[in-house]
Structure formats: C-alpha cells, structure tokens
T-cell receptor
Framework: DAGVTQSPTHLIKTRGQQVTLRCSPK?????VSWYQQALGQGPQFIFQ???????QRGNFPDRFSGHQFPNYSSELNVNALLLGDSALYLC?????????????FGPGTRLTVT | QKEVEQNSGPLSVPEGAIASLNCTYS??????FFWYRQYSGKSPELIMS????GDKEDGRFTAQLNKASQYVSLLIRDSQPSDSATYLC?????????????FGKGTKLSVKP
C-alpha cells in the first residue's frame, strides 16, 4: 500500500523565483491538503483540494497557489519567493466526503530560499 | 482565532516511566483530535485519533479527551528511548467539504535510558 509521496525532497531557490512542489496521495485517498512548517513550529494549513477544486484556504497570500489533477495528485506553486518562505512543505492526504478527517503526511519538501 | 496550545517542553522522563503530554484548544465546536509524532528532520506520523469524551487506548498509548474542559492528553506507558520525538496535538477546523487541522507547536519528549 503506497503511502503519500512528495517531490523533490530538497530544493534551494533564490528570492523572487518560482517553485512547484508535487504530491501523490495515499492509495484510496482523494483529498490533498498542504501545510507549511517553519522550524520549531507546528504545521500551518495552506489549502486543501478535493474533486480538483480548492475547498479551503488558510491565511496565506495569493503567491501560494495549487492544483489537483484527475488522478488526485496535487501541486503547490509559490511565486515571488521570499526568505520567509523557507520551510518544510508537507502534503497530507485523506478520504473526502466527510468522516474522520484523519490525514496522513508525506515525507515533505525542504525549501530553502537564499 | 482558533488555537491549540501545548507546552513546548522539553519533557524528560526516564526509560520505563509514563510520559504525559497535554494540549488545550479554544474552539468549543471541535469534535476530533489527533496526536502526531515527529522525529527530528522527518514528517509528522499519525499515532492516535480521538473523537469522543473519555479514553482511547492503543498499545502503549492512551489518548484522553475532555470536551467540557477543552483538554486533550496523550499518555505513553513504558516509555522507550525510541519515543524521543516532538509530539504534535491537532484539532479539526471545520469548513469547506473536509476541515483542516490546526496544530499546536508541539512538545519535545526526551526519554533517558
């Protein structure tokens, strides 16, 4: 049973650049949520995708955008990178349609902005 | 602003002891809570979920929920050095079609041999 996968593992970008992170959900899951985790903090919710639509969004600027594909995989795009965007980006998958809300995380992408 | 609060620790316990981790939350409408374990440099791993008042046991872990007091706890019995990690408490923020998780900052647990 394949778990949540994310790519790339690590990424180094320069201020002002754009980045795309990718996520494939756990087998049987159809909902993908993205979180940002700064050092020493808990994960912060960015947004959630279900049925290829953004269903919920946290307090993040429009520089953060995403997409979900028909196979349930998802991308997170960040434009005009700032130093403060350096963090661990986590993708979590769950089963949609209401229910237990259990979310399972992928290994994360460590983004460093210089 | 919905919040989940945890003591950041570090919490240090000897091997074989009971580790007690606590969490409070501000949203009285929250119904579902989760405990995640996060090893240094790794992603969070779901270890317990609890949806109703009372205790839920799974192996060496017991989660406790008291909705009246807005309090969630995790007990780890017979603590092992391999339990040394940061433990994240999360509640569900309902909205949209699913709800998202609100996390505390985590409690760092150190189990000394």
């Amino acid at each position: 049973d394949a778990g949540v996968t994310q790519s790339p593992t690590h990424l180094i970008k320069t201020r002002g650049q754009q980045v795309t992170l990718r996520c494939s959900p756990k087998s049987g899951h159809d909902t993908v949520s993205w979180y940002q985790q700064a050092l020493g903090q808990g994960p912060q919710f960015i947004f959630q995708y279900y049925e290829e639509e953004e269903r919920q969004r946290g307090n993040f600027p429009d520089r953060f955008s995403g997409h979900q594909f028909p196979n349930y995989s998802s991308e997170l795009n960040v434009n005009a990178l700032l130093l403060g965007d350096s963090a661990l980006y986590l993708c979590a998958s769950s089963l949609g349609g209401g229910g237990l809300y259990e979310q399972y995380f992928g290994p994360g992408t460590r983004l460093t902005v210089t | 602003q919905k919040e989940v609060e945890q003591n950041s620790g570090p919490l240090s316990v000897p091997e074989g002891a009971i580790a007690s981790l606590n969490c409070t939350y501000s949203d009285r409408g929250s119904q579902s809570f989760f405990w995640y374990r996060q090893y240094s440099g790794k992603s969070p791993e779901l270890i317990m979920s609890i949806y109703s008042n009372g205790d839920k046991e799974d192996g060496r872990f017991t989660a406790q929920l008291n909705k009246a007091s807005q309090y969630v706890s995790l007990l780890i019995r017979d603590s092992q050095p391999s339990d040394s990690a940061t433990y994240l408490c999360a509640g569900v923020n309902y909205g949209g079609s699913q709800g998202n998780l609100i996390f505390g900052k985590g409690t760092k647990l150190s189990v000394k041999p």
